[in-house]
């Protein structure tokens, strides 16, 4: 019944929804920390898989899929996806979408900012204190203290 609230929750504004939310994600995740914010617009899709720590910030119209870990202190900017899931093709007896599918753990560790439109793929765990600059597609994994951008993502520079 809360993933329903949660689903019908996903659209209202001002602190009250932000405050829905998270009483929500308490109740639903695996782990929910003390002063998450999920704004308006965002969609979880098996939030009873994730575990997300203190201090966190989910901005508009993101998407959360499944097995993810997301530390202390992380940023996640508007439009950004995580995909946990992944479709396997190694039955050719049956169409690519009836294949099994595959869950990999994200895992995003502390002091992490995500920036705009990134995805972040299946089984990536990115390092603390990292940036991911906008627009990446993240279909590996990373160290922590690094800049990482591109489709597909590559350290630009330590920090």
Same mark, same amino acid.
């Given at each position: 019944?809360?993933?329903?609230?949660?689903?019908?929750?996903? $659209?209202?504004?001002?602190?009250?929804?932000?405050?829905?939310?998270?009483?929500?994600?308490k109740n639903i995740c695996k782990n929910c920390g003390d002063n998450v914010i999920v704004?308006?617009?965002?969609?979880?899709?098996?939030?009873?898989?994730?575990?997300?720590? $203190?201090?966190?910030?989910?901005?508009?119209?993101?998407?959360?899929?499944?097995?993810?870990?997301?530390?202390?202190?992380?940023?996640?900017?508007?439009?950004?996806?995580?995909h946990s899931h992944n479709h396997t093709w190694g039955?050719?007896?049956?169409?690519?979408?009836?294949?099994?599918?595959?869950?990999?753990?994200?895992?995003?560790?502390?002091?992490?900012?995500?920036?705009?439109?990134?995805? %972040?793929?299946?089984? %990536?765990?990115?390092?603390?204190?990292?940036?991911?600059?906008?627009?990446?597609?993240?279909?590996?994994?990373?160290?922590? $203290?690094?800049?990482?951008?591109?489709?597909?993502?590559?350290?630009?520079?330590?920090?």
């Amino acid at each position: 019944i809360n993933k329903f609230f949660l689903i019908i929750f996903r $659209n209202t504004p001002t602190i009250i929804g932000v405050l829905i939310r998270f009483v929500l994600l308490k109740n639903i995740c695996k782990n929910c920390g003390d002063n998450v914010i999920v704004y308006q617009h965002v969609v979880f899709d098996a939030p009873e898989m994730m575990e997300i720590g $203190n201090e966190v910030s989910i901005h508009p119209f993101c998407y959360l899929a499944g097995a993810i870990t997301i530390g202390d202190y992380v940023s996640i900017a508007h439009t950004t996806a995580f995909h946990s899931h992944n479709h396997t093709w190694g039955n050719k007896e049956l169409p690519i979408k009836m294949n099994p599918v595959v869950v990999k753990r994200i895992v995003i560790q502390n002091d992490v900012w995500i920036a705009c439109n990134c995805v %972040v793929l299946s089984g %990536v765990e990115i390092g603390s204190r990292s940036v991911v600059a906008a627009g990446s597609i993240v279909t590996k994994s990373f160290e922590g $203290n690094s800049v990482i951008a591109g489709n597909p993502a590559k350290i630009l520079k330590s920090l």
